[in-house]
């Protein structure tokens, strides 16, 4: 499905929210490498969708949904300033570990990778910026997700490499193994806290929109830490002002990750953010607008 041509389907569905993808699709498509990113993702997602009996319509009222559950979500932040869900054993049981409602919001979101400004902004910072942290023999990645990133790292650090993927969520490691269709990946189905590797810390750590799913985003960077060796590379993103059905922790501003990751004992070596709106930094952050916030981080030198 051409890009335009699944852009126009779901404005079929939702008028408004076409047309701010139509918005972003003026944007991203000046991008030098969107289109054939989004044609060599879309013929992959093809045969995932196929293999699990699914069709694109079923793909794009998965992304509605997950459209209308951010819409209401929203609605309640702005009017209490928190996001409504605090407990993570609470969207643990509700949604992790409850299959049919974690299949529509990875799917949701794997196309949000390429019709968002500032996913796709934020996916092609990682690919771009990871070539610099190479060579990588032992790379973790912590919430796999949907495996966009994980399979853009195999791309970028080549086969001499042992890699990992670890999710709490059955029906993500699978969305991810769909992906990436590699018998090298080393797959493990638990929390992160319960993870260890006793034999070998890790070279580099991915950690996509993880911070903001725990209770205690404080605990989660010490514990990646104990896990990156000492001139290991760690990358994470996490969002601000982002009110989601599955979002515990609140970042009201860009200045309170840097606070976390310093108070962690990490040091930023590359940072950038990107606003989901067309407006600077400093309206974001004051109009509540939702940012996402990436960086590269290394254990600081004492």
Not at 95 to 105: A, D, G, L, R
Not at 142 to 154: K, S
Not at 201 to 227: N, R
Request: net charge negative.
């Amino acid at each position: 499905m051409e890009i335009e041509h699944l852009i126009e389907s779901i404005a079929t569905k939702n008028a408004i929210h076409g047309k701010k993808l139509q918005k972003n699709f003026s944007y991203l498509r000046e991008e030098e490498h969107y289109i054939n990113d989004y044609n060599v993702f879309i013929d992959k997602y093809k045969d995932i969708l196929e293999n699990n009996s699914l069709t694109f319509d079923d793909s794009i009222n998965y992304y509605l949904k997950m459209i209308g559950d951010f819409n209401e979500e929203m609605l309640d932040f702005i009017r209490t300033g928190k996001y409504r869900n605090t407990s993570f054993d609470a969207v643990n049981k509700a949604m992790y570990n409850n299959p049919e409602v974690m299949v529509s919001h990875m799917h949701g979101l794997l196309l949000s990778q390429f019709l968002w400004k500032h996913h796709y902004d934020v996916y092609q910072y990682f690919k771009n910026e990871i070539q610099k942290y190479l060579p990588v023999q032992s790379y973790l990645e912590i919430g796999a997700g949907h495996g966009l990133y994980f399979e853009a790292a195999m791309e970028k650090i080549g086969d001499d490499c042992t890699f990992e993927a670890l999710d709490i969520s059955e029906t993500s490691l699978e969305l991810t193994k769909s992906l990436i269709k590699s018998d090298k990946v080393i797959y493990h189905l638990k929390n992160v806290f319960d993870y260890t590797d006793e034999d070998e810390k890790k070279d580099f750590i991915t950690m996509g929109e993880v911070l903001e799913h725990v209770e205690d985003p404080l605990a989660l960077l010490t514990k990646i830490k104990s896990l990156i060796k000492p001139d290991g590379t760690i990358f994470i993103t996490t969002p601000t002002n982002a009110p989601s059905i599955d979002h515990i922790y609140l970042f009201n501003n860009v200045q309170e990750i840097r606070d976390l990751i310093n108070e962690a004992g990490l040091e930023i070596v590359d940072e950038r953010y990107f606003v989901s709106e067309d407006v600077d930094l400093e309206k974001a952050e004051k109009r509540k607008i939702a940012t996402m916030y990436a960086s590269f981080l290394k254990i600081k030198n004492n």
